[in-house]
């Protein structure tokens, strides 16, 4: 039986991964992983943190975008190699922390992140330049929850093995059940019986397309009502946007709610607007609450929301949210409660099955199984010396490809004895 660190935000921690990690650990004890491993959640991180990730057998690192939550769940993660979850490709925010704090990792995290960047790379792109690169070279295996996460990190040069399993639902059924009969309360507040509630939920940011709802909606020929609930950021005002945008007469902001009524609000929309840009390549926790709960949702044709299924999302051209094209897609779906209640029902469908914890969990599991069986190589460790010592005499890849300095590495795996039957 091993012994698994679980590191990661829980409850009550103010952020979504605090959620996601609840979900998974269901998942990992449905699926039967508890019966057979001992796994160790640790949160919040105190002075015997490091000590408690030594002395497992294998760590779980989840990393976020935001230092105050993951910063010292990254330092485990480099000097623990295991398995990280990259919930943020980019991680350009944690690295900036990390930066600020002084930590001795982020100049060669900044070093190695650039050295891996395309030499055309567009620094403005928060996938310019991949700031996970020491992450996930440090790491035994990487958890992705996106098939684009992959190929990025293959188009960057990753070589740590890669297990691509979903964002699972944070909800049960019957909580949504609940929210979405409560849903009429939370809907009076904020509009007529008649108008069409179109909404933005989360961290109201300036990448989540605030802009261009309050664009579209003088565009907009339907009777709706904008909702904008959420976080608010100290870095983007969402109270100027709506001052500036001349519209603010027909849309409402509420924010900072509690977790539960935050589901309530996003059960109380007719069509959510969840657009990406830049796209960061995470996969939007948001997103699959509203799919959960079966709320018609436009979405930016671009990486991870290109693998949510035809029929379950509508979506609009990636890049800058175009207005005129927004109001466009709103007007449809506002006008037509049929094929919201279609796009409604395939979503919840799509949802329950391909978003179980439980199949989260099977990733998770195949993910500590790997590197379990990796430490427990005796091969492992004589390719690790070998590697070490040729890299000190100046061998990289590009001599170990034509051969140079090989043999004995083949040797080892000539001498490793079959598995049984």
């Known amino acids: 039986m091993a012994n698994v660190a679980f590191c990661s935000p829980l409850p009550p921690a103010q952020t979504g991964i605090a959620a996601y990690a609840t979900a998974v650990l269901g998942g990992l004890d449905e699926i039967g992983f508890t019966a057979e491993h001992r796994l160790d959640p640790m949160w919040p991180l105190g002075p015997g943190a490091e000590e408690r990730v030594r002395a497992s057998d294998v760590g779980v690192f989840q990393l976020g975008n935001n230092v105050e939550f993951h910063g010292a769940i990254y330092r485990l993660s480099v000097w623990n190699p295991g398995v990280v979850v990259l919930h943020d490709l980019a991680l350009d925010g944690l690295m900036y922390g990390l930066g600020l704090a002084n930590d001795p990792l982020t100049q060669p995290a900044r070093a190695e992140a650039m050295a891996a960047a395309t030499p055309n790379a567009d620094l403005e792109d928060p996938l310019g330049v991949p700031w996970c690169a020491q992450a996930v070279r440090r790491s035994r295996t990487v958890i992705v929850h996106s098939r684009f996460a992959r190929d990025y990190l293959l188009r960057v040069g990753c070589r740590t093995p890669i297990v691509v399993t979903p964002h699972p639902l944070v909800e049960r059924?019957?909580?949504?059940?609940?929210?979405?009969?409560?849903?009429?309360?939370?809907?009076?507040?904020?509009?007529?019986?008649?108008?069409?509630?179109?909404?933005?939920?989360?961290?109201?940011?300036?990448?989540?397309?605030?802009?261009?709802?309050?664009?579209?909606?003088?565009?907009?020929?339907?009777?709706?009502?904008?909702?904008?609930?959420?976080?608010t950021s100290s870095h983007w005002d969402v109270q100027g946007a709506l001052r500036r945008s001349g519209v603010g007469d027909r849309v409402t902001v509420v924010a900072d709610v509690r977790d539960d009524e935050f589901l309530e609000w996003l059960c109380a929309f007719d069509i959510l607007i969840n657009l990406r840009h830049p796209h960061r390549g995470e996969t939007s926790g948001s997103l699959v609450r509203a799919l959960h709960a079966g709320v018609p949702t436009i979405v930016s044709a671009v990486?991870?929301?290109?693998?949510?299924?035809?029929?379950?999302?509508?979506?609009?051209?990636?890049?800058?949210?175009?207005?005129?094209?927004?109001?466009?897609?709103?007007?449809?779906?506002?006008?037509?409660?049929?094929?919201?209640?279609?796009?409604?029902r395939h979503a919840r469908d799509y949802a329950r099955s391909a978003l179980a914890p439980r199949v989260t969990a099977q990733g998770y599991a195949e993910a500590v199984h790997r590197v379990l069986e990796l430490n427990a190589d005796p091969v492992r460790t004589s390719i690790a010396r070998w590697a070490g010592g040729l890299r000190a005499t100046g061998v990289g890849p590009q001599h170990a490809a034509r051969g140079l300095g090989v043999r004995y590495a083949e040797a080892l795996f000539e001498l490793r004895p079959e598995p049984p039957g």
Not at 311 to 322: N, Q
Request: proline share 7%; charged share 30%; aromatic share 0%.
């Open 303 to 344: 990486g991870t929301y290109l693998e949510v299924p035809e029929g379950v999302v509508a979506r609009i051209a990636p890049g800058p949210p175009d207005p005129v094209e927004l109001a466009s897609v709103i007007d449809r779906l506002a006008e037509d409660p049929e094929a919201r209640g279609a796009m409604s």
């Open 173 to 231: 059924d019957d909580e949504i059940d609940a929210a979405r009969e409560r849903r009429a309360r939370l809907r009076h507040r904020v509009a007529r019986g008649d108008e069409v509630v179109v909404g933005i939920a989360g961290d109201l940011n300036a990448s989540k397309g605030i802009e261009a709802l309050l664009a579209a909606l003088p565009r907009v020929r339907s009777n709706v009502r904008g909702v904008l609930v959420g976080r």
